[in-house]
């Protein structure tokens, strides 16, 4: 089979396109021809070396949708059951410490296989997994966002912070989102935006519409200090604001927050893993993603671009445009 691998990390250069062998299965696994795999950031940073727990050599690629071709039973006998599925998954330690998704198979227990939504077709599915597995972790296994809450996400408009406005909105609450710019953007309708045009902004604009003090929940899904400590200004005092954040764009890590405000208002910060959730968690997460998609009540990506596996310029340009930000279309390899 075709795969992109790399045996060192450091460098996008280190990624080639190779043939090898299809994986073989143990039993209780199912092997899925991935049709599409979806580019995350992490993917990025695993082949650069930021990642230090990346072992190599490695197949990158978190995310895919594909359809099932081979399952074995728990008793290692071949078994019909799931063939021919259109299945969908993402998360765990798959492009990190096993081999990922930039092939065209790979290997899923057959208790952590997910159905794909019906509604949408290969690549757009594959595109989202681990977006919308990380905003859902975010949004309800974190912060606990519930009917009433005011929520402000810092990044509205990237993978994760888009669907956790939507899981948000569902939820009941009332979002703010921020903006770089609001220039060439129309937010979806459920989002009250915030432009990021002065230092202030956020504050600002939280005061302008009445809801000082009345912040409960702040996503930061872009990890930059001068909003992060804007937003948290904005925050409920009484002790029940919850704060979670997934990112941070400095080399060292390390950025400054206002700890004196932080914690005048007792507010609690965590931190957002994509792999708290073990397989089965994951599953009945895109289970249940799947099924509110299919019924209209979340709306998948409207665009995705297509990148074939054997074009490496094009491979190497969505790996760094993710890592930039540069584009808000999100990419899929396919193998």
Request: proline share 5%.
């Given at each position: 089979m075709?795969?992109?691998k790399?045996?060192?990390?450091?460098?996008?250069?280190n990624l080639?396109?190779?043939?090898?062998?299809k994986?073989?299965?143990?039993?209780?696994?199912?092997?899925?021809?991935?049709?599409a795999?979806?580019?995350n950031?992490?993917?990025?940073?695993g082949?650069?070396?930021?990642?230090?727990f990346?072992?190599?050599?490695?197949?990158?690629?978190?995310?895919?949708s594909g359809e099932?071709?081979?399952?074995?039973d728990?008793?290692?006998?071949s078994?019909q059951q799931?063939?021919?599925?259109e299945?969908?998954g993402?998360?765990?330690?798959?492009?990190?410490?096993?081999?990922?998704?930039?092939?065209?198979?790979?290997v899923?227990?057959?208790?952590?296989?997910?159905r794909?939504?019906?509604t949408?077709?290969?690549s757009?599915?594959?595109?989202?997994?681990?977006p919308w597995?990380?905003?859902?972790?975010?949004?309800?296994?974190l912060?606990?966002?519930k009917?009433g809450?005011?929520?402000?996400i810092?990044?509205?408009?990237?993978g994760?912070?888009?669907?956790?406005?939507?899981?948000c909105?569902e939820?009941?609450?009332?979002?703010?989102?921020?903006?770089t710019?609001l220039?060439?953007?129309?937010?979806?309708?459920?989002?009250?935006?915030?432009?990021?045009?002065s230092?202030?902004?956020i504050?600002?604009?939280?005061?302008?519409?009445?809801?000082q003090?009345?912040?409960?929940?702040?996503?930061?899904?872009?990890?930059?200090?001068q909003?992060?400590?804007?937003a948290v200004?904005?925050?409920?005092p009484?002790?029940?604001?919850?704060?979670?954040?997934?990112?941070?764009?400095?080399?060292?890590?390390?950025?400054?927050?206002?700890l004196?405000?932080?914690?005048?208002k007792?507010?609690?910060l965590?931190?957002?893993?994509?792999?708290?959730?073990?397989?089965l968690?994951?599953?009945?997460?895109?289970?249940e993603?799947?099924?509110?998609?299919?019924?209209?009540?979340?709306e998948?990506?409207?665009?995705v671009?297509?990148?074939?596996?054997t074009?490496?310029?094009?491979?190497?340009?969505?790996?760094?445009?993710?890592?930039?930000?540069?584009?808000h279309?999100?990419?899929?390899?396919?193998?």
């Amino acid at each position: 089979m075709q795969a992109l691998k790399f045996e060192k990390t450091g460098s996008l250069d280190n990624l080639s396109l190779v043939n090898i062998d299809k994986p073989t299965l143990r039993p209780g696994e199912a092997l899925v021809r991935v049709r599409a795999a979806g580019v995350n950031g992490s993917d990025t940073a695993g082949v650069m070396g930021i990642l230090p727990f990346v072992t190599t050599p490695r197949i990158p690629g978190r995310d895919f949708s594909g359809e099932v071709v081979e399952v074995l039973d728990e008793s290692g006998a071949s078994s019909q059951q799931w063939i021919g599925a259109e299945v969908w998954g993402t998360g765990g330690n798959r492009g990190f410490s096993s081999d990922g998704t930039f092939s065209q198979y790979v290997v899923v227990p057959i208790d952590a296989l997910s159905r794909k939504p019906a509604t949408l077709d290969h690549s757009k599915a594959g595109s989202m997994t681990l977006p919308w597995l990380c905003a859902w972790i975010t949004v309800d296994t974190l912060a606990n966002v519930k009917e009433g809450d005011n929520v402000i996400i810092i990044g509205a408009r990237g993978g994760i912070g888009s669907a956790a406005a939507q899981l948000c909105k569902e939820r009941g609450a009332r979002v703010f989102g921020t903006y770089t710019s609001l220039a060439k953007v129309t937010p979806p309708s459920y989002i009250t935006p915030i432009e990021l045009s002065s230092k202030g902004a956020i504050r600002e604009a939280i005061a302008k519409a009445g809801f000082q003090n009345k912040i409960d929940v702040l996503l930061d899904c872009a990890g930059y200090d001068q909003p992060f400590n804007d937003a948290v200004f904005t925050m409920t005092p009484e002790g029940t604001g919850r704060v979670v954040i997934m990112a941070v764009h400095t080399k060292d890590g390390l950025f400054p927050v206002d700890l004196r405000t932080f914690y005048t208002k007792a507010l609690t910060l965590k931190g957002m893993k994509s792999g708290i959730l073990g397989p089965l968690e994951v599953k009945k997460v895109l289970d249940e993603l799947a099924s509110k998609i299919d019924s209209g009540l979340l709306e998948g990506p409207k665009e995705v671009k297509e990148v074939d596996i054997t074009n490496m310029d094009a491979v190497k340009g969505a790996l760094q445009e993710i890592l930039t930000r540069a584009s808000h279309v999100r990419s899929v390899i396919v193998p």
